[in-house]
């Protein structure tokens, strides 16, 4: 939740203003772009890392009452702005239409790396402090690795012009993406955090294991979306809308087949699915059949989002955000 706040919603707005400046041939404002939308959130993600290092005894005592948290706590802390610098850079070297650094590292290298180094750390009995140590260490490689990339990229651009900072249009676009992010994690975690002040943990628990298993439906959605995303922004730049509309409606398609397949399945045999868990998820069948419901609409529209986004409308997808917030 941290890391989204220090992203200052800069993660969208890389993926636009790089594909839209490479469609211009404006590599001077692309530069800059770069510059302010690496620097800000990383300075952003140091400030709050500090903050969280400092009150970590507190909330591991205080609101965890669980003192031994304060050393994972504070190696979280650490590993904050490399977090957030592989979120950022991963999302500008979507501008230049590849999704190869995206997948290699934000997809494979970096949860790899966290797998490793946390069943490392359980053989070796290292306890929550190894593992915070390997989310550490896999923030480190997965930040390095792709502002490494984001770097080399730039480079091999044409240097006509010095770099070109636009400020206002960057931020006016990237606050307007942030409040609607910080909406839809919130449409993420209200759920939980209701059930959490009014029911048993158990339950809770249910609900959980219930709500994974239909998201895990959806998870072809966020790789097509990304992937879609640079190429919406170039054609609206270049004001190519047949191969905009082509596009989006590709996207829609292979979105609504790729999880309609495994949605089918989870109609078909809630109470085994749950069952994968293990035993006691019974009674998350009716949750599985109602947010099944809902996932069938989201592949659908998860596209219009990004759409919105990348076509300069993401003050109407913040209301709609917003709204969807609120009515949860």
């Not at 709050?48 to 400092?54: D, F, K, S």
């Amino acid at each position: 939740i941290i890391a989204l706040m220090c992203g200052l919603g800069m993660r969208i707005a890389m993926t636009k203003f790089v594909a839209a400046s490479r469609a211009r041939g404006d590599y001077a404002g692309l530069r800059g772009a770069v510059r302010i939308g690496v620097a800000v959130p990383v300075g952003s993600a140091v400030l709050a890392g500090t903050a969280l290092a400092l009150v970590a005894p507190v909330l591991a005592e205080q609101v965890f009452n669980a003192p031994s948290m304060t050393g994972p706590l504070r190696i979280v802390a650490l590993s904050l702005p490399f977090a957030v610098l592989m979120d950022v850079t991963l999302a500008a070297t979507q501008g230049f239409q590849s999704m190869r650094a995206f997948a290699r590292i934000g997809m494979i290298l970096e949860p790899l790396c966290r797998l490793g180094f946390a069943a490392l750390s359980l053989l070796a009995g290292w306890g929550l402090m190894g593992l915070a140590g390997g989310l550490l260490g896999a923030s480190v490689i997965g930040g390095l690795s792709a502002a490494f990339v984001l770097a080399r990229r730039v480079h091999r651009l044409p240097r006509a012009h010095a770099p070109v900072h636009p400020w206002r249009n960057l931020a006016s676009f990237a606050v307007v993406s942030w409040v609607a992010s910080m909406a839809t994690q919130g449409i993420l975690w209200v759920d939980v955090v209701l059930l959490g002040a009014m029911v048993a943990t158990e339950e809770v628990g249910v609900y959980q294991v219930a709500t994974r298993a239909v998201m895990a439906c959806m998870i072809v959605i966020t790789p097509l979306t990304a992937s879609m995303a640079p190429r919406i922004a170039h054609y609206w730049e270049t004001r190519d809308l047949d191969h905009l509309s082509d596009s989006y409606g590709y996207t829609v398609r292979w979105t609504w087949r790729l999880t309609i397949a495994p949605l089918a399945i989870v109609f078909g045999a809630p109470a085994a699915v749950l069952a994968f868990f293990g035993p006691g998820f019974s009674e998350g069948v009716d949750v599985i059949l109602i947010l099944g419901c809902g996932a069938l609409v989201e592949a659908l529209a998860a596209p219009s989002a990004v759409l919105l986004n990348q076509t300069g409308h993401n003050r109407l997808n913040m209301r709609i955000n917003v709204c969807a917030l609120i009515g949860n």
